[in-house]
């Protein structure tokens, strides 16, 4: 699975040129993994490993930072069902609501939940530390991180500062991009 969803994601989401990254870091490439977590072949697969990256972390559901994460927990989420388990996913917002509930988190989270996080594109793990501070603020723990592409740009060492276990599906070095 590893060597086809590379192969779909060279196809698909590696972008050249002069972009600039969520980061404000220059860069001569761009991955746009959405195309890829979007697409039905790719969706499957990042669904099935994600789904057996996080099985030692035994969650109470998945869930990640929109709209990075959105398809990716959906297919965990389908995954597990097709499994004859019930992973269920979440959403957490750029900001909370300002109606309605006011949730900041959506779907299927609670209180007191171990959970794991999820992204596309993992660099600098700025959206990932807000997603974490999120679900602690909301009293969630998160105990794992996943991520479909590994940047290899600094946001691991920031993740497992936090004492987070991550795994990359996939890194640049895999897809062999050299780094910036």
Known sequence: MKERLKELILEKSVFWGDFTLASGKKSPYYIDARISTLFPESAYIIGQMVYEALQPWSPDAVGGYSIGAD???????????????????????????????GKEIEGNFQKGMRVVLVDDVITTAGSLLKGFEAVERQGGRVVGVCAVLDRQEGGREKIEALGVPFVPLLTLDDLGIQRD
């Open 71 to 101: 398809p990716i927990v959906t297919s965990v989420a389908l995954v597990s069902h097709l499994k004859g388990g019930s992973l269920p996913a979440f959403i957490i917002r750029k900001e909370a609501k300002d109606h309605g509930r």
